[in-house]
């Protein structure tokens, strides 16, 4: 029993330094030469444009929901009318930072690690090393930009897409006029709501690929050491951005309130 | 690294006929208590094929995985072109893989590029060799090894020899000294495996290569020891029986727990009485 948690405590360690590792290196690699520039470009494309329509879908959904649900609880104080101000703090400050990486942590998160996993298989990532090739600025350093660049952009769209959502319940459905939902909508926002929705994104993002890209750059035991992988990206990855969503709001509300 | 006088002094000794340009010198890696490499020392003269024979498990591809830097062995020296590269950081490994192709058991090319891109890789991403020459040299590789219909075409529409042959192309492209095959011809026909292996003695005999062979196929090592290319009047390349002399310069090692038990020509390997190696060739 002993020597089992003893062994995973070390197995645990050398993860997290891995982990830490590789990280390092990537960061490294973003400030010095050679970039690969199209490589670059391709992932902010993938990951980017790739997750616009899942984040429309799980955006527009939420702040439907959410209208729905806060609708009904707003009536029993007779506060229907401020339905948006409620969907509007709602998916800026909290849900739509979250949802919109846990999203992108089964989309590209899995996807990440699939794709590496089956690259180190395959002797595709030796195949890279052995020509000359360094696999963290060719295939980790695209990656890590795009997720840290474009998770911020997918989150502001899932934030208008979900006040647009609530506006659609709140009008059609909780019959609240559209210009005292949008009215509510703004008088509900200040200055460090819009920071602390902005400023997570940056830390998912760069949260879900790191830990995808280690996570498939350490795959072993063959295709289905692949799947086993995609498997952990996708669970690590969630754990972290909620478990990062804990953190990060804490230090920010010690920062801007 | 090799810098200076040094350097040009092992530029110099690499340059003349019979130099060693891989010496393997008491190589030993373990993992945890399973030794693969106990005590591994050879040399590769340049323009000479060395034969890695053995069953499965016993460090033939570490051999090959230790000599381009993938893995670092825990004890021993390794020189490869006047580099001792158990020494060397990975950024360092670089230069030395400029001048080495290592080819893989199952080819790995890259999934997601064609044939074309696969095979000029090294030279797309890693040079500032102009697109056009790039291109010139990406053809000039797969008419060698008879494949330049297939360039447009990605890795998954190619027959398990095609995907072997392009993969020695893509090693191939960058024009490296040594090339070092991983069990190039397992799991092919034997039809398809003298394909490839006739591509191993073109390189060889054609373009002045120094190759390493890793394979347990028999049939595939002596048919490389034992035959030689000639490109005759017409431009024409022959694969034809080996004089003598090439016969001694393709050279078997047989390796077993991690040590060398047997080490000569094929003629000495046919000839050996030792119990195992009569196991191996039976």
Known sequence: ?257 | MVQGADAQTAKQILSETGAPVVMFDHVRLAFDENVVLADLSFTLIKGHTKIILGASGSGKSTALKIITGLWKADSGVVWVNGERVDQLTEREMMSVRADLGLIFQEGALFDSLTVRENVGYKLYEETDMALDAVDKRVEEVLGFIGLIEYIEKMPSELSGGQRRRVAIARAMAFKPSILLYDEATTGLDPITATTVDDEIIKLRDLEGVSSIVVTHQLRDAFYIATHMAERGADGKVRIMAASADKAEEAEFIMLKDGLICFEGTAEQLRRSTDPYLKTFLS
């Open chain 1, 1 to 257: 029993m002993l020597q089992a948690i003893d062994r995973w405590l070390k197995q645990a360690a050398l993860e997290v330094q891995e982990y830490v590792r590789l990280t390092l290196a990537a960061v490294g690699c973003v400030f010095t030469p050679p970039v690969y520039a199209h490589d670059v470009v391709e992932q902010f494309d993938v990951i980017g444009v790739g997750s616009l329509t899942v984040v429309l879908l799980s955006g527009v959904f939420t702040g439907a929901a959410l209208a729905m649900q806060g609708g009904l609880t707003l009536d029993q104080f007779g506060a229907r009318p401020v339905v948006g101000r409620l969907v509007s703090a709602s998916m800026i400050k909290e849900l739509g930072p979250v949802l919109t990486a846990l999203m992108l942590t089964g989309r590209i998160g899995s996807g990440i690690a699939a794709e590496l996993g089956s690259m180190v298989v395959t002797d595709q990532i030796n195949a890279l090393r052995a020509l000359g090739t360094d696999p963290v600025r060719k295939l980790v350093v695209p990656r890590v930009l795009a997720g840290f660049f474009m998770t911020p952009i997918l989150t502001i769209v899932a934030d208008f897409i979900g006040i647009f959502g609530g506006w659609v319940v709140a009008r059609f459905t909780l019959q609240v006029n559209s210009g005292v939902y949008w009215l509510s909508v703004t008088e509900g926002l200040y200055m460090h709501d819009a920071w602390m929705g902005l400023i997570k994104p940056f830390v998912f993002g760069f949260l879900i690929v790191t830990i995808a890209c280690h996570v498939g750059l350490r795959t072993t035991g063959g295709t289905a050491g692949v799947g086993k992988s995609t498997t952990v990206a996708v669970v690590a990855g969630s754990v972290a951005v909620i478990a990062a969503d804990f953190f990060v709001t804490q230090l920010l509300v010690s920062l801007l309130f």
